[in-house]
């Protein structure tokens, strides 16, 4: 990898980074913030405010990638965090939980995710490119992991509205990182490899062995939401204020990444693993069951946490590979791009049954909710092929357009 290349991975690496982070910060302590907002009482609202950027996200995610081709990487990618920003001021603003709901849609609307990963394609040649992916997706799990353990800390020091407007102005700051760190010159030896292909788009949705991945997406972005409306609550009725649940979070994901640790050499070793993927979605049911099971007592909390921070940290890692497995080189970047829609209607999806299971069947109902969808994904990849399509991506592309 040139060092041109290494720049712009890490460049928009930590671009990608901020903008994951203003999303993710707030999770762990949004639903205890909320009940001092107005119409903060219902959970169904708080639901539906943590996962609403999902919605927008999903629905402009291949809009802004078509624009991009048209109008270029860079001015898409600046009017994405812009409107990021104004989201992020809306909702730090906000004196009442339809404010924030409307500023999370705009903070979703900045929907600049596929735009960046093609930037990054751009910038780099072919035999570089899954490097260059690999350091933008690992910001994803770095981005989560400090969130969830940062927001409580924060909360002390500036509260919800603080941490919105530190995120606007981290969303500011990240475009004077595009333009200044961010390389101008297209060095990609292929021909625009991340781009969407509006003629494959059916024929990517409609394909099983990529549903089912996509489900998986969906499943586990649902299930994570979800868990951060009930757990902080459950955290709290336990014993343990709000300021000091960063003291559950740091330890149970320290101790979670140890424990993916065996699985992820693996994978480097052998590929997408079905195996140990399978395991893993049931592994993460497991942990909705504990958590049903811990009522408000503390350490079976900590427990649940801990299996399902290891269960999830394992999928996320792994989805990626296994779409690119599954998919041909020439359906990849319209498959990637798919995949990236379902994982961001779960967020949304999950808030709203989350919230509403809340409010009429209270926090067990949630998690167990949760573990049943989870053991429907475990149903459904068990099917899953585990061999890699891209042999003869001629003849692959044959069979998807046959599906």
């Known amino acids: 990898m040139s060092p041109q290349e290494l720049r712009a991975s890490i460049s928009l690496a930590g671009v990608f980074g901020l903008r994951m982070l203003g999303l993710f910060i707030i999770l762990p302590v949004f639903s205890l913030y909320a009940i001092g907002l107005g119409g903060g009482q219902s959970h169904l609202l708080v639901g539906i405010a943590l996962g609403a950027y999902g919605i927008t996200q999903a629905i402009l995610q291949i809009p802004f990638g078509w624009l991009s081709d048209k109008y270029g990487r860079k001015p898409v990618i600046y009017f994405g965090l812009i409107l990021f920003a104004i989201g992020s001021f809306v909702a730090a603003s906000a004196d009442n939980i339809y404010l924030v709901i409307v500023g999370r849609l705009i903070q979703g609307a900045g929907a600049i995710s596929a735009v960046v990963q093609a930037l990054a394609a ?90 089912r991945l996509n489900f998986g997406v969906f499943v586990l972005h649902a299930g994570m939401t979800a868990l951060f409306i009930v757990t902080p609550l459950m955290l709290k009725q336990s014993g343990l204020v709000a300021e000091q649940h960063w003291k559950v979070y740091l330890p149970v994901v320290l101790l979670s990444f140890v424990l993916m640790l065996p699985a992820v050499m693996r994978g480097d070793r052998h590929g997408a693993d079905k195996r140990i993927f399978v395991i893993s979605i049931g592994v993460l049911a497991a942990g909705f069951l504990v958590l049903a099971g811990a009522g408000r007592n503390f350490w079976p909390l900590c427990l649940g946490l801990l299996i399902f921070f290891t269960a999830f940290n394992i999928l996320e890692a792994s989805l990626p590979a296994w779409i690119s497995k599954l998919a041909t080189a020439q359906n990849r970047g319209t498959a990637l791009s798919v995949h990236s829609i379902f994982q961001f209607l779960g967020p949304a999806f999950g808030g709203y049954a989350s919230g509403w299971l809340l409010d009429h069947a209270g926090p067990v109902a949630v998690y167990v909710f949760c573990a049943a969808l989870a053991i429907l994904w475990w149903l459904v990849a068990l099917p899953l092929q585990s061999t890699p399509r891209d042999k003869n991506d001629n003849e692959a592309l044959k069979v998807l357009e046959g599906n």
Do not use: C, Y
Request: no cysteine.
């Open 122 to 211: 751009d910038l780099t040649r072919s035999e570089h490119r899954t490097k260059a992916m690999a350091i933008i997706g690992a910001t994803i799990g770095v981005s989560f992991a400090i969130s969830i353990v940062l927001g409580p800390v924060l909360n002390q020091w500036i509260g919800v509205p603080g941490i919105f407007a530190i995120t606007g102005v981290l969303a500011l700051l990240a475009i004077i990182v595009v333009a200044k760190a961010v390389p101008n010159e297209r060095i990609a030896d292929d021909a625009n490899p991340r781009r969407v292909d509006k003629q494959l788009l059916g024929p990517v949705i409609r394909d099983r062995q990529l549903l």
